[in-house]
């Protein structure tokens, strides 16, 4: 199975910080990932797709990119509401995986 | 406006079967396929399977010998069946729509949370 490794595994920024999440790949799975944001009690709300592609409705500060078999998720300015926990998924190949998240939070 | 609806039964017993369903609307699942995301307690998100538009089915090894999804297009509803419960199957059970070969899961349900305790 395709292994994807988030870093960090938790992180905290203040408000206006510009944020980086990294999701690498343990093999070549082109641009087929995609960025989920979790937050308690709410289903995941997709954040981008093939890699850099921005979902429906998520705001201009959000940004996805890809170096290789690494993939990252970049916030401009972190807003309060942008603490959630983020997941990487890869759909190149079955079964699909999940990283195990990042939990970014306000310090 | 595409919705999806998960309802199952709360509690089970190990080594029952659990039967989820997920009611959808505002798209045909003969155009998109749907697939079941679980989270169990206290962990990530795993992908279980998804049941394609043409009806063709993809599951994860992990749970494949004990994992079943169906669909009933007339009634706009897919399947989930998992025998063999144990405990760590606890968790949160999603269902979620394919919106695309490059835009998997871009509408989700709320979730239903199953317990499987004796």
């Known amino acids: 199975d395709i292994q994807l490794t988030q870093s960090p595994s938790s992180m905290s920024a203040s408000l206006g910080d510009r944020v980086s999440l990294t999701c690498q790949s343990s093999q070549g799975i082109g641009n087929y990932l995609s960025w989920y944001q979790h937050k308690p009690g709410k289903p995941p709300k997709p954040m981008i797709y093939y890699a850099t592609n921005l979902a429906d409705g998520v705001p201009s500060r959000f940004s996805g990119s890809r170096s290789g078999s690494d993939y990252s998720l970049t916030i401009s300015s972190l807003e309060s509401e942008d603490t959630a926990i983020y997941y990487c998924l890869q759909y190149d190949e079955y079964p699909w995986t999940f990283g195990g998240g990042t939990k970014l939070e306000l310090k | 406006q595409v919705q999806l609806e998960e309802s199952g039964p709360g509690l089970m017993q190990p080594s029952e079967t659990l039967s989820l369903t997920c009611t959808v609307s505002?798209?045909?699942?003969?155009?998109?396929?749907v697939g079941w995301v679980r989270q169990p307690l206290g962990k990530g998100l795993v992908w279980m399977g998804t049941?394609?538009?043409?009806?063709?089915?993809n599951y994860n090894s992990a749970v494949q010998s004990r994992l079943s999804i169906s669909r009933d297009t007339s009634k706009s509803q897919v399947f989930l069946k998992m025998n063999s419960l144990q405990p760590e199957d606890t968790g949160t059970y999603y269902c979620?729509?394919?919106?695309?070969?490059?835009?998997?899961?871009?509408?989700w349900g709320q979730g239903v949370m199953v317990t499987v305790s004796s």
């Open positions: 979620a729509r394919q919106g695309g070969l490059r835009r998997p899961f871009d509408y």
């Open positions: 505002g798209f045909s699942l003969t155009s998109n396929g």
């Open positions: 049941i394609w538009a043409g009806g063709s089915t």
